[in-house]
């Protein structure tokens, strides 16, 4: 039994509660979808696979005020007094920290700087032999620093001659795959790739090249230096808590602080990202919760405005389930046309957003998954009011209201 | 052709129990034309929800058609309702926001007729009452009279075995009263059943057969025009 003809010419002829709800769920469906494919590019982003074993690794900086001592050598007596814990399994000092958020960037090229060629942005750290076991990340082509390639200095004009690279940053400047072996530059410094490292994450993952990072076996110690640890799985914790007294038993004329886990480096980075997404599925939360309660609230009102209607319909004959059917038949078609309104509005404020705020193309399975979801939501929304609507009796029809 | 034997309506609340009705009985044979008076509160209105199926009893028997009501399941009433009876409100109850044809058109829905047959009825349905040319009219341009006429042509379109009638001229003047009196008199003729509920003893004396309810009973049972024979005899 279709009524959709007469559902529809009714909806015609008293329209404006009808209008104002699809226009809610328009508005619901464009900002729902947008905001959960925007909700879901952050869950990948926090997800994501960085190639550091983030829990077993923490820093922490030393800052030396004592000026009886020759750093770069002290340096050497505390990198061995950590490695030789049983719970450290590897640690070095690092001119930078992944995760963090800050560092040293430059752009490394196929030629020598003034010469123009292509030249990739990269993200370094100035780390000894020790690097890759210290950060755990998986060498998969070529070889380790040896330690006569370490370049430990005081003097700036002397440069190290080979590096160790992401394998993005090898594929970038070498698209063909044959980038083992070759020299690259970084600034006027020709740097020998001896090593690739699987995958590598740079201090920026919201970098345009968050992947592109280089080691460079070269150590000029300076009185503030950062030191990155290693540790067995579950043992972390313990050796923060004791670094500071075992480092201050090595040298005590300066201070250890900034003992952070890389976890926790990284939720500080992406702090933000954590509190837009949380705003983000609140907002949709409620906008989905209003909207359901728009429907919900509309058809009750219909139904309070109908009730005699309603009777007289069971009267000349509607089943209950007939009753129920116009309800759903109803709803079904406003939020038709509102969810045809609503993919229209997501595609374009998916544009919107992409050309004002970088943010990805929207694909059509978001604005398909919202409009199922909201269609569906709304039915939950009108049963329970046409329930009740299809419980009227029908004797109401001959008593006067 | 519709029977109720011994039918008692209670409604019930915490505090008082009433009685709608009690021990009704009443048989009804084909093609009569029966009009229903007593005061107000007496259950008029109870008794034609009942025969309309559209609250139930309390005890009793009731058949239509041979078919024990008391039996039936919602689903079933509503069934019965559809096929075998046709109703007629005092306030109409077109729907508002329906076209005469439409609203016409609801309880053949219902029945699931076929489109061409239900635009066949409709249209014939609509020229017995004499508004056809007006079918696309929404109910609210029309005066209260014609709506009402388009209220029997939805009662007669499902070609029922009753009209059960709800004060059917109560909020119509004299002249449209009279009007929708003479419709139902044609109809009566043409062979429906027709039960009618009124308070107008005017419109009860052209009802052949009129009863009577108080407090719930028939009070009066009168073959009207018997009645009017014996009063004229008296008076002569």
Redesign the interface.
């Known amino acids: 039994m279709l009524e959709i003809k007469p559902i529809f010419h009714a909806l015609c002829r008293s329209k404006v509660g009808a209008i104002l709800l699809l226009i809610q769920i328009a508005i619901t469906t464009a900002i729902v979808s947008n905001a959960a494919f925007i909700i879901q590019d952050r869950v990948a982003f926090l997800n994501q696979d960085t190639g550091y074993p983030e829990h077993d690794i923490f820093k922490f900086n030393v800052m030396t005020f004592g000026q009886d001592v020759d750093i770069n050598q002290q340096i050497e007596l505390d990198e061995t007094m950590l490695r030789s814990l049983p719970e450290v399994i590897d640690a070095a000092m690092s001119s930078s920290i992944p995760l963090s958020g800050g560092g040293s960037a430059s752009d490394f090229s196929l030629k020598p700087a003034p010469q123009e060629g292509l030249s990739v942005r990269t993200a370094y750290f100035f780390i000894d032999d020790h690097g890759i076991n210290t950060y755990g990340v998986n060498l998969v082509m070529g070889r380790n620093f040896s330690e006569d390639e370490v370049l430990v200095t005081n003097n700036v004009d002397k440069r190290p001659s080979v590096t160790i690279v992401s394998q993005t940053l090898l594929n970038e400047l070498f698209p063909k795959g044959n980038g083992l072996g070759q020299t690259i530059y970084f600034g006027e410094t020709p740097l020998k790739v001896i090593g690739v490292v699987e995958k590598m994450m740079s201090p920026w993952l919201k970098d345009s090249r968050p992947d592109n990072l280089a080691f460079i076996p070269y150590i000029n110690a300076k009185s503030l230096a950062q030191f990155v640890v290693r540790t067995k799985p579950d043992q972390r914790d313990a050796v923060m808590k004791e670094v500071e007294n075992l480092m201050l038993k090595n040298y005590s004329k300066r201070v250890i602080n900034n003992i952070k886990g890389l976890d926790e480096l990284k939720n500080q980075y992406v702090a933000a990202d954590k509190l837009m997404m949380r705003m983000l599925i609140v907002l949709i939360t409620i906008l989905v919760l209003v909207t359901a309660l728009g429907i919900f609230g509309l058809t009750l009102f219909n139904i309070s405005k109908r009730t005699k209607q309603i009777g007289t319909r069971r009267a000349l004959g509607a089943r209950k389930s007939a009753i129920i059917y116009y309800f759903l038949v109803e709803n079904a078609m406003i939020c038709g046309v509102g969810l045809i309104l609503g993919c229209i509005a997501a595609l374009l404020l998916g544009q919107l957003l992409m050309q004002h705020f970088s943010i990805a193309a929207l694909p059509p399975s978001y604005i398909a998954g919202t409009a199922i979801m909201v269609f569906v939501m709304s039915l939950l929304a009108v049963f329970g009011p046409a329930k009740r609507a299809a419980n009227i009796s029908p004797s109401i029809a001959t008593r006067t209201i | 052709m519709l029977k109720m034997n011994n039918i008692s309506k209670l409604y019930q609340t915490e505090m008082v129990q009433t009685h709608a009705l009690r021990d009704f009985n009443l048989h009804v044979d084909e093609g009569e034309f029966i009009a229903v008076t007593g005061p107000s509160g007496s259950g008029k209105?109870t008794f034609?929800?009942i025969a309309?199926?559209?609250?139930p009893f309390s005890s009793g028997e009731y058949l239509l058609d041979g078919i024990d009501v008391g039996k039936l399941n919602?689903?079933q009433r509503?069934?019965c309702?559809?096929?075998k009876i046709g109703?007629i409100?005092?306030?109409f109850?077109l729907?508002?926001?329906?076209?005469l044809y439409?609203n016409i058109?609801?309880?053949l829905?219902?029945?699931?007729i076929k489109a061409s047959e239900r635009k066949r009825r409709i249209e014939q349905c609509l020229e017995q009452v004499g508004l056809a040319s007006r079918a696309k009219h929404?109910p609210q341009q029309l005066s209260g009279g014609q709506q009402q006429r388009v209220a029997i042509a939805?009662a007669l379109a499902?070609e029922p075995r009753f009209l059960l009638a709800?004060e059917p001229t109560g909020n119509l003047d004299s002249l449209m009263a009279r009007q929708v009196m003479e419709l139902l008199e044609q109809i009566n003729r043409d062979g429906a059943t027709i039960i009618m509920v009124t308070h107008d003893p005017e419109l009860a004396r052209r009802a052949p057969r009129n009863i009577q309810v108080v407090d719930g009973q028939l009070a009066d049972f009168t073959l009207y025009q018997g009645a009017q024979n014996l009063k004229n005899v008296a008076g002569a």
């Open positions: 209105t034609l929800n309309g199926m559209l609250e919602d689903n509503a069934d309702r559809n096929q109703f409100f005092q306030g109850n729907i508002p926001d329906l076209n439409e058109e609801v309880p829905r219902y029945r699931g929404l939805r499902g709800d």
